[in-house]
C-alpha cells in the first residue's frame, strides 16, 4: 500500500456506528484521491477519553528522532512486528488509531507493464485501517504522523497478492484503539474482515503530482471511451513508488 483515498464528504459511506461527532469531523476534510507518502490525512484516535480527528502526515516519525523525518520506510508497519519494533514499540502500546478510507492502490508487478488497481469495500461503505501514531516534538509545534498496520488478507481479490491493511469493524473502533497492548494483535486477528472488490485503474495514478476523482475510473471503461473515439496517447510523467 503506497497510494489511498479519502473522500468522506458523503455521510451515508460512514456507518452509523462511528460516532456522529467523528463522521462531522471526517466529512470537513477535503477529498484526496491519491494520497502518498508524507502527505496528510485524516486519522481518528481517541485522546483523554475523547473522540479526536487530527490531520497527519502518512509515515510514522518515532519521537526520539532528532529531526521531524525518519530514514526508515514507515508508512507501512507489520502487525506480528509492531509491537516489539523500536520504531513502533510506543505507539503500538499507547497511540493506537484508525485511518478512514475510501480504498487504496495495489500494484499487480506480474505483468507486463505493472498495472494498478483499486480495492475498495464491495458494498462501497468506508473503511478503517488498523493503524499507530506518534507525535514528535511539543502538541503545539509538533508533527502528528502515523503508520497503517499490514497483514495477510485473504479478502484481495486475485491476481493481487493477498497482503494489505487489516481493517477494523466500525463498531470496534474504540475496544481496537483502548484493548490491551499486550492482546492487540489477537484481537486484530479475530475480527471479520470486509468483502473486497478490485478493479484496474489507469497508470497515471503513479504520478503523484496528480490528485483528482478521474483517477478512480475504471480502466475497461477508459479503454473503451479511447477506442470509440480514436483516441491514443502514453502514460507520461510516471513516478511508480509502489
Not at 40 to 68: C, H, N, T, Y
Not at 157 to 165: F, M, N, R
Not at 223 to 231: C, G, L, R, V
Request: net charge negative.
Amino acid at each position: 500500500m503506497r497510494r489511498f483515498v479519502q473522500s468522506l464528504t458523503d455521510a451515508s459511506q460512514v456507518d452509523s456506528s462511528v460516532p456522529e461527532g467523528v463522521r462531522e469531523a471526517l466529512a470537513a476534510f477535503p477529498d484526496r484521491y491519491n494520497i502518498a507518502i508524507r502527505n496528510p490525512a485524516a486519522i481518528v484516535f481517541i485522546q483523554d477519553g475523547r473522540w479526536k480527528v487530527a490531520s497527519m502526515s502518512w509515515g510514522l516519525v518515532p519521537s526520539w528522532e532528532k529531526e521531524p523525518n525518519t530514514r526508515y520506510s514507515t508508512q507501512t508497519a507489520r502487525l506480528e512486528r509492531s509491537r516489539d519494533s523500536r520504531l513502533y514499540r510506543s505507539a503500538w502500546a499507547n497511540r493506537r488509531c484508525v485511518l478512514p478510507l475510501n480504498g487504496y492502490y495495489k500494484w499487480d508487478r506480474d505483468s507486463t507493464p505493472r498495472q494498478p488497481y483499486f480495492i475498495q469495500a464491495a458494498d462501497g461503505m468506508v473503511l478503517f485501517a488498523a493503524a499507530m501514531w506518534s507525535l514528535w516534538g511539543d502538541v503545539d509545534t509538533g508533527l502528528l504522523s502515523f503508520s497503517v498496520l499490514t497483514h495477510e488478507q485473504p479478502a484481495i481479490p486475485s491476481p493481487l497478492v493477498p497482503d494489505g491493511p487489516r481493517f477494523v469493524p466500525p463498531a470496534m473502533l474504540a475496544e481496537w484503539i483502548t484493548c490491551d497492548a499486550r492482546q492487540a494483535a489477537r484481537w486484530l486477528l479475530r475480527q471479520p474482515q470486509p468483502e473486497l472488490e478490485a478493479y484496474a485503474v489507469s497508470r497515471r495514478v503513479a504520478n503523484r503530482k496528480l490528485d483528482e476523482p478521474t483517477l478512480l475510473e475504471p480502466l475497461a471503461a477508459l479503454e473503451a471511451f479511447d477506442a470509440a473515439f480514436d483516441f491514443g496517447g502514453a502514460d507520461d510523467d510516471l513516478e511508480e513508488d509502489d
